[in-house]
């Protein structure tokens, strides 16, 4: 998963970059980058790290320009190397290009194959230059149609930003797996992932860029926004995870307030899934603190925050080396024993990907004294890998992938375990947000053909 | 404000402490620094930033030895010095002595002055530095000797620990101002200022080390554990603010539950400072939830985490020229504009010190769309400077100490501003913590002489 | 300018390879890389900075494999960008290639348009890439043929080491500007810029890598060797600014060893420019010793270290506000006073291009008592740009470009000023190093066409 | 070994300080330090690390007014501690004084055992805590009459500058073993260690400041200077050492110019110690050079630079595990195989310490092809530990101390090894820097009782 933020016609474009792609750090780690201009040359900076240590008063000044992109990259499995930091730049017969991308491709394989038997040239192991290698393939000369031909042979999720002297471009696949999001800012477009960008800056939220739209603002004539929709229409498959989990709270995602989507959530997981003997719901924070309130709201049982979240822990610690206990997950997340001594208690976490924390963190709860410990997961078991750009484990890793509720609930130590429905998520996923789903971490049932794996 | 952390006989003893301090970061993030022995000689390692950034398995492989001391700093005003950072390690015809300490001594200034005329020099301007000087100038061999002949001196808040070849020795001030516990791992002894270090590294709770006790852990006798109450008896006057703010809520302070002693605190704000038509109660996160769970429950008003605190801002962010908005208070708290638009909204925090950040917070809400802001504070105002080693402004930057309620209420622009009396405070502290509290910051009744200041 | 090294077959290539780099430092400060392989996948590390920073024992047993390629790159205009790092590395239908490239093509930007008119994208501002591209246009899948296919294409000067999982080939352009020599390390070849980074891993060196020659290691038959001549016979055109400036003294060049070239450079001056009244010769540090001693040594005049050289300078120091001085040439360069005082002084230094430096320097001889100050170059003027890949200024920086040797003597202030004549240079080199030199950047005779500029 | 540096009445005298501890940054690498004054209060900065790294516009702009102490500590045993950083800064009945040192007391750990039975605490290990120990305890209230007091109990080598509000003041000990100079600037003093700081700021060199004098400097009295003789008269005893090696070649001490001073050892060693078959004359670079040009000049040999130094050696370098060579050496210093092979070479170095550098050394001149390998000394063999703070070896790895010139000979591999005579050393030393020298670490004649040892 990444972050994507773009700005035209503002007076410290990457100043206000920077400032959005901090509020979206939530979405990536790894590394981050912006690309502006002043209409005619690219000013780039990529470095690995956090955006509130990459970026300089100084880093930022030299950023130059009226217009920019940024991006912030998730963790990647690669080693020690910046090749696959966005925004991507390049130069082709279109001049300069640059190029930020959330999203995944799911033919980039065959056309990579494609493109290197016809003499290209491939430095990142990143599906974004597959896009950048179409365009210049195009034999156009304007940014905007050579994109558009590039579009059309490409299948997957893409919420893309372009730049170059003449335009800033926001774009989404005609299914709209990930988001993107359009406002202004003193009149002038500004785009991002999700709203809480536009928040921060001051910004007005407008709507969603929609699923197959295309966005053009002319950096040559006063900004002017002209919408475009090049692609042929399917039905939108917006991702169900950016709701469950991945999307921070006070944004607005595909039209609805994540909050409220997965207060919702936790309703309706308590509706499905009651515990009726319960003294107590606790979150897992802080992923789970909004569908907990939820629970405790619709099953009348009170609300605690009966485990304590540290906001100090770095990558790693230093383990003692005679250890048996794990540290790891106590140092993060420690029960408050007085709250749950001799109480029934229900866990409300978001997802249970590996199983291996939530064991653990039972484990501390009952040393706690927990008496009863009732597991509810907001959303359906993960049992199948994503290929639209979440960086889910391999199935064999996916605890759900091969075993059954019970077996799971044996693993992790639960006395009982609860996930919400398939349809229970799409029903409250859809009351807010509309029609068109994916759901094939859920579900197996991909929306496109899975061609590279 | 400070955290300590010693532990006797363990077989990887600054491992320990360092994990305990990791645990206590939240207590002072200035600098840290670990003092171990091995019975014997000391190593030690002191250096500006934060626990999980100072140390490394090399530098905690060099602190050997069975027993250790650690201490993390609060931030100082000082310039970029180490001499401030603790244990303190001197030697002197007690041979080595190191020392970590947590409290302020209210006689320091004279003590100071009394032994540079007998040709003492100072080289910090930490108070600490005046205990080594008396331990020194007794003519005892003996620490616990020369120990209690240097407390005999001094007054004030402190709660220490000391280590030498011989001995670890933890002890707290007469009247108990700051916290110590006393927990046991593999029946050996450690301390702490918080029980949440315990919680880490899986060490018991045992008792708190009491007012005015001096615990002494013979090193050369198996670790065995004396008992000593060397100085008179003092009516106790623990810190009501450790309670209020400063402890973490999953600790034990005082021999109560951090989290419940809050609750509490914001059941009985509910009962003192209702706001009968509001229509939910949201808290400042993470200080205010506590207490906000417990407005909530008392006044059956729903709670919504209506502000969503965000945990990658670092010291500084780069702000636009520009700029007429305020981006720190939005980058760190930014508010979820459908839980609160329209609604009438009771919001909770633990304090109110200058007031500036919620007069930005309740213009951040009353944007989102908020229709009354009820502000509630979970404690009196603070009105008072403390001389007992919290770091508060001073007098005149507290806006309470000369402004009246109402003109506070004006300043943040609430639509109301309720504090917690100081009964309905020391009622709600004292029914878990016991009798026996200092809230000179609230109360301006000050249980020692002030002579320092 | 840079380095580069490479080696086939050996228990430790990532290592020794980080040993040569190391020993080569001089010839590229900017950033450093190296790209090895175990003859399936590669592992690379690139980083700006030195090369005994960048390199850990971490990342040394990360690049795994029996044979690796390094680069050191010289500073660049460029910003805080790490594209243009070497070795490249790509994948394309010939699978993963790298190359490391020292040198600069005259052609690039032609061949550039060329290809981005056929569609291909570039990422970087190097020339080096242009290469990998028309490896990957050649429709060949083998290395080596693709490789002799691009070559045809190209014009400059390139010494080039390229690896894949079949081949490890070093080459030279068939005029030679830039070094390349062959060595063997247990019987297995060894390619390096020069022949220092031979002596310090303790590899014999055996002949240089010809003019035209592509020698070509088989990673999979043993690590064979075969020296192919795929371009036509041009007449050699070594760099003659090697011998005078960049390789270091030690080092064997173009056959012949650097000290020794560079001591008669200094005996060939002293006889075209001799200071018959001089009481002492002293050298400009380090730069200048060997010609300096020449210089003695034919004009039978001392020899002294009479300017001491300081080896603590970094990147930047912080002047005064105030300053008239220049702290700058004074940190890194003082006099001996006491020498100086009163004597009529040689200076010998191997160029002098924007003449600020050695305008000070001269200020501060007179300031330390000199009474006579005789400058003598062991180069011909440097009137003009080089385009093979010495970073030179523009002509307009260069003081010799429009300047009589009169006027530069009245700007430097020296009493008198004397250069080598090319035709001393090029005897003295020829004698030792064969026939056959560029000389452009003295002569303005460019031995190719100069497209690009 | 330390430097130490110290300005009064200037317009930016940390930054003037800054410059002068980067000119002597030789003296000492550990780390660094400056306090200022601007007639009140002290300012002070200390860090670990090289001058050039530790001070930056913002540290110096912080170190305010117009006086200014500063020291560069030479490498010490100890672990990663800042406390025995300089300058020392203190508060006493006093006021606050600071003071840097350079050199080393022989009786500091009577005076420190008698201070601590007296009750006084010791923070650092070094001896220079003493002697603020000893002024604080005088009862006297001004800071000249308190430090004279303190040095009638001191024994041993000390250059100190003191700072206060009210005074810098600059003293040697009576025997003057370590240099102190005093110059001006815009008729302001300052003072060095050396002169080569006072060449870089542009301030003219008056006199050293004399055996057992202090020069105080009223900075309330327009920096009028006043010249004391507190001590009794002892005849000096400077270190010979200085001259030999520590000193920079550019640097006037003890009134003469090291590089002559060394050239002419060399002179005195080729009369000495001839070798009258060599072809030539090569330094170890960069201490042996000045002695080679002396031996090459009275032996009518020819003067080569053999072995050629690499200055981009950092602390470490990684080496290979199968590795039999020495690569630390090699690294370093690289012969120049053509001018060496075949030849009967002098080598002419400084000192010869452990032997094991020069073993190494000798065998890369072999492989390279020497035929004859002469070492020459420009000293006498050193034999015995200094106490006067030169930081040599213990007895035990002090190769002369144990062995004979023959079995050194034998063990570093030479041909021949011939030292410098002591009676030489002295006569060429005092022929410059006049009579009076310490030359214990040859003799094992120490001029004072060695109480610590």
């Known amino acids: 998963m990444c972050a994507i933020f773009g700005i035209a016609g503002a007076e410290e474009a990457s100043n206000l970059t920077y400032l959005g792609l901090h509020a979206l750090q939530h979405r990536g780690q790894e590394g981050t980058g912006i690309v502006s201009t002043n209409g005619q040359e690219p000013f780039a900076h990529k470095e690995r790290g956090l955006v509130g240590d990459i970026f300089s008063v100084a880093v930022i000044s030299k950023l130059q320009g009226h217009s920019a992109i940024g991006h912030n990259r998730y963790s990647t499995t690669g080693g020690n190397t910046s090749e696959n930091l966005q925004p991507l730049l390049m130069k082709s017969s279109l001049g300069w290009v640059s190029i930020a991308h959330n999203g995944n491709l799911v033919n980039s394989k065959e056309i990579t194959k494609r493109l290197e038997n016809e003499g290209s040239i491939f430095q990142s192991t990143s599906d974004t230059e597959v896009i950048l290698h179409l365009m210049a393939r195009t034999q156009e000369r304007d940014l905007v149609k050579a994109l558009i031909q590039a579009l059309t042979q490409i299948t997957g999720?893409?919420?893309?930003?372009?730049?170059?002297q003449n335009y800033l471009i926001a774009l989404r696949d005609p299914q709209g797996f990930r988001p993107l999001v359009m406002g202004r800012l003193h009149g002038k477009p500004v785009f991002a992932s999700e709203t809480t960008a536009f928040d921060l800056i001051g910004a007005s939220y407008e709507r969603e860029v929609l699923p197959g739209e295309m966005v053009v603002v002319s950096l040559k004539d006063n900004f002017s926004i002209q919408s475009l929709r090049p692609l042929q229409d399917i039905s939108p498959k917006r991702c169900v995870f950016e709701q469950v989990y991945f999307a921070r709270p006070d944004s607005v995602v595909f039209g609805s307030t994540i909050y409220h989507t997965r207060k919702n959530m936790g309703k309706q997981l308590a509706k499905e899934q009651p515990a009726p003997n319960a003294d107590i719901v606790i979150p897992v924070p802080d992923s789970g603190v909004y569908a907990a309130i939820g629970y405790s709201e619709f099953s009348k049982t009170p609300f605690e925050m009966g485990i304590i979240?540290?906001?100090?822990?770095?990558?790693?610690?230093?383990?003692?080396?005679?250890?048996?206990?794990?540290?790891?997950v106590k140092l993060k997340l420690n029960p408050v024993a007085e709250t749950i001594k001799g109480k029934s208690i229900v866990v409300v976490d978001d997802s249970l990907v590996r199983g291996?924390?939530?064991?653990?963190?039972?484990?501390?709860?009952?040393?706690?004294g927990a008496k009863e410990v009732h597991l509810r997961i907001s959303a359906p078991p993960t049992a199948h890998p994503c290929f639209y750009g979440i960086d889910?484990?391999?199935k064999k890793e996916l605890l759900a992938s091969s075993n059954s509720i019970e077996s799971i609930r044996d693993f992790v130590g639960a006395d009982s375990l609860g996930y919400l429905s398939l349809d229970g998520l799409l029903k409250v996923s859809s009351s807010s947000a509309g029609e068109g789903f994916c759901h094939a971490c859920f579900s197996g049932d991909y929306p496109t053909p899975t061609f590279n794996n």
């Open 392 to 394: 889910t484990p391999t």
């Open 356 to 368: 291996t924390t939530s064991r653990k963190l039972i484990q501390h709860l009952r040393d706690a």
């Open 157 to 164: 999720a893409y919420s893309l930003l372009v730049l170059n």
């Open 309 to 328: 979240r540290s906001h100090y822990i770095g990558r790693t610690f230093i383990e003692p080396r005679q250890s048996i206990r794990d540290f790891g």
